[in-house]
């Protein structure tokens, strides 16, 4: 069942997504995405040493916002603009939650489009990776 | 990490250097794997008539893909997903790196058989100060990638933090 921008209200929020990515799942990104940077998947590395960890790839957490966005909007409509911030970092085999809400809702040149406040929040409830999208119906 | 990390009138002088052009392909089995990577179970990124069926030309290169840049031996990054050549040198010694911010903007929608052409222009350079990593040095940058004919299809602005 896919939604309309007229079903969609201000306020109103996404379904969550939750995700516990293991190094296998790293891995599939890396080779997904074409970045091999050995601080995603190489304990020895020195950064990952420095850190006491390899980490989640940001752009697996910003993948994983699109993700969320695009399971709610079941190709109803399309992606215009998409930003995040990685404030801090993640680390495998912990559980991340993406969340989202609609801030605005409204048309502009003929077009019906949609702001959302989209999230990853870490296992600990903290906001991790605060991002904003529109989408355009 | 270093503490008193300076941006020097060198590395200012950076600000508005543009690359030289370098190819992202966006294949079906290219979806499929960024798709795979992120954890995607919807179909209509892995299975041509469900995409077709949901109104696309092809697979749809899934939120935030933008191809896979192509790589050629002793010419690309060994590990990073961008040539040498299409990102800027900065001589900054700092050794190790962050991602800050992504934003993409599109301006079309982006299916497997496209072939984009990305020039990136370094935007902007400056400190900024972090508890954990010292002096932090942050450029941003903005791709253009364009499609094989040469319609912009998407705009990305991205911040690095070197430490």
């Known amino acids: 069942m896919s939604i309309t921008w007229d079903s969609i209200k201000e306020g109103d929020n996404l379904p969550e997504l939750k995700k516990k990515p293991g190094v296998t799942q790293l891995v599939k990104y890396a080779a997904g995405s074409g970045d091999f940077n050995p601080l995603h998947h190489d304990y020895q590395f020195p950064q990952s040493k420095a850190i006491g960890s390899i980490i989640v790839h940001g752009r697996f957490k910003y993948a994983t916002i699109g993700e969320c966005v695009s399971n709610w909007l079941g190709h109803s409509g399309r992606i215009r603009k998409i930003s995040c911030q990685y404030r801090g970092m993640d680390f495998p085999d912990k559980e991340m939650t993406c969340k989202g809400t609609i801030t605005r809702r409204w048309e502009e040149n003929g077009e019906k489009l949609a702001e959302l406040s989209v999230w990853t929040e870490n296992d600990k409830g903290k906001i991790m990776t605060p991002g904003t999208v529109i989408v355009v119906f | ?163």
């Open chain 2, 1 to 163: 990490m270093a503490k008193n990390f300076q941006i020097t009138e060198e590395m200012k002088s950076q600000i508005g250097w543009t690359s030289k052009p370098w190819t992202y392909e966006v294949s079906r089995s290219s979806v499929r794997a960024f798709a795979r990577g992120v954890g995607y179970t919807d179909l209509v990124y892995f299975d041509v008539n469900t995409a077709k069926k949901a109104g696309y030309r092809d697979l749809p290169a899934p939120p935030t893909y933008l191809g896979t840049a192509i790589f050629i031996p002793g010419k690309s990054d060994d590990n990073l997903p961008r040539d040498p050549e299409t990102s800027p040198k900065i001589d900054h010694g700092l050794k190790g790196m962050l991602d800050g911010s992504t934003e993409t903007e599109y301006l079309e929608q982006i299916c497997a058989g496209d072939t984009l052409t990305c020039i990136t222009t370094l935007t902007d350079m400056t400190t900024k100060g972090s508890i954990v990593l010292g002096t932090t040095l942050v450029i941003s940058t903005e791709s253009t990638f364009s499609n094989q004919d040469g319609k912009v299809m998407a705009i990305q602005r991205k911040q690095i933090i070197f430490y």
